[in-house]
């Protein structure tokens, strides 16, 4: 199990329907619910580009942050998403604006994630 305090970086595993857990360039864990601390959102253009292109699924986004551990409260916040057709990276649901980093991240069972800018 990952330590919390550790740097990790996140993203949705979409067949698996959990977060995958990533350190040291290795996946760590699949955890149905997680927390971050003084994250930064990552998009590798290049690579979404490329699935785009090809159609295959890869991991071309992530969070990157303090494992804070699992969440069982509700979520609070700002909701955001990432739609791999569109250049802006991550955005808040209700309007639209990018998201390049938060203080907290609740990432949620059903995938979605809440920041606290």
């Given at each position: 199990m990952i330590?919390?305090?550790q740097v990790v970086d996140i993203y949705w595993h979409s067949r698996k329907r959990m977060?995958?857990?990533r350190h040291d360039g290795r996946v760590r864990a699949h955890l149905p619910t997680a927390q971050l601390i003084d994250v930064r959102f990552i998009v590798h253009e290049a690579a979404r580009l490329r699935a785009l292109h090809t159609g295959q699924k890869a991991v071309f986004a992530f969070a990157r942050g303090m494992y804070g551990g699992p969440v069982?409260?509700?979520p609070y916040g700002t909701q955001i998403r990432l739609n791999p057709r569109e250049p802006t990276g991550f955005t808040s649901v209700p309007y639209g604006f990018s998201?390049?980093?938060?203080c907290i991240v609740h990432l949620r069972g059903n995938g979605t994630c809440w920041v606290v800018l």
């Open positions: 330590p919390r305090g977060w995958s857990i069982d409260e509700e998201v390049r980093k938060a």
